[in-house]
């Protein structure tokens, strides 16, 4: 295997079948926390090693409540990647943000119920910090690409995740936007928490595909405008990857990379070994030998 991945995507199959990628190989990963979506695949974007992984499954097969969001995240973890990009449909509750629109929002309002929110588990104890829940460092370098690319592209914005499938009643994302939500999905959360867990950089591209259902003047979000809305925006998602990996610098210079170092409340030495084996990838910086 090649080096370590510089930067990991989370999205669908179409942004790995880019012209641009060279050198790629597929590789099947078993994680503590089970199988994830789909084999991660690797390749060389623009100079950069970078790692892709479908969250839905090849040909979208895992629904949003039964993603493996956390062995997607321990996978990336254990090929080495520090960076992720979120690629994701989102709905509008803004007037200005509009379906073709990208978003890179800066913070999250998790409203999922019954998903697994965490790595600690089995007598292994931590509260990570989650007050600024994405790298606002790596946000904004996603931001430039996104505006070199030519899309149109919103800074900032509260991504609300719902548990889905379903798309929300009128009722509820008229609830949404009284509370000041921006935008809406189905799979932020509990994704964005865990890569925090693994200390690893984390941003959204948010692609807005409809204005969910509370607008009136305009038809309710449905499968079929969804994927058209993200098949007329791979290209445009393709090229900001692109620009990403190309301008992405190597050194970083936010916290998330220590997110653990004042998280972990479990003693040392009631740490159960099987608890200790399980999470070694993460907490054995932070552990005596």
């Not at 803004?94 to 965490?118: C, K, L, M, N, W």
């Not at 200390?199 to 595909?209: L, R």
Request: charged share 20%; net charge negative; proline share 5%.
């Amino acid at each position: 295997m090649n080096s370590k991945p510089e930067l990991a995507i989370i999205g669908g199959s179409g942004l790995y079948q880019m012209n641009g990628l060279t050198h790629i190989e597929t590789v099947e990963l078993e994680t503590p926390f089970g199988k994830p979506s789909a084999p991660v695949v690797l390749g060389d974007l623009s100079g950069k090693r970078v790692a892709f992984l479908a969250r839905h499954g090849l040909g979208h097969t895992i629904s949003p409540s039964e993603v493996n969001y956390r062995a997607n995240i321990y996978a990336l973890k254990m090929l080495g990647a520090d960076r992720v990009i979120s690629v994701s449909a989102c709905g509008s509750l803004r007037e200005d943000y509009a379906p073709g629109h990208i978003v890179i929002p800066d913070q999250i309002f998790d409203f999922t119920r019954g998903r697994a929110r965490s790595f600690f588990e089995g007598g292994l104890v931590a509260h990570v910090g989650s007050a600024d829940p994405v790298c606002a460092e790596l946000s904004e370098q996603l931001y430039q690409a996104v505006v070199e690319a030519g899309g149109t592209v919103h800074r900032g914005g509260t991504f609300i995740t719902i548990e889905g499938p379903r798309f929300s009643t009128r009722a509820e994302s008229s609830v949404f936007r009284s509370w000041g939500m921006s935008i809406i999905g189905m799979t932020a959360s509990p994704e964005v928490f865990l890569a925090r867990e693994a200390e690893m950089c984390y941003a959204i591209m948010a692609h807005v595909t409809d204005y969910d259902v509370w607008h009136t003047s305009e038809s309710p979000v449905t499968v079929e405008m969804v994927v058209r809305t993200l098949l007329a925006n791979t290209a445009l998602a393709q090229r900001s990857l692109e620009i990403l990996a190309r301008q992405l610098p190597a050194e970083k210079h936010c916290a998330c990379d220590h997110a653990l170092a004042d998280a972990i409340i479990t003693a040392p030495d009631r740490i159960h070994p099987s608890a200790r084996e399980k999470l070694s990838l993460l907490i054995s910086k932070y552990l005596p030998k």
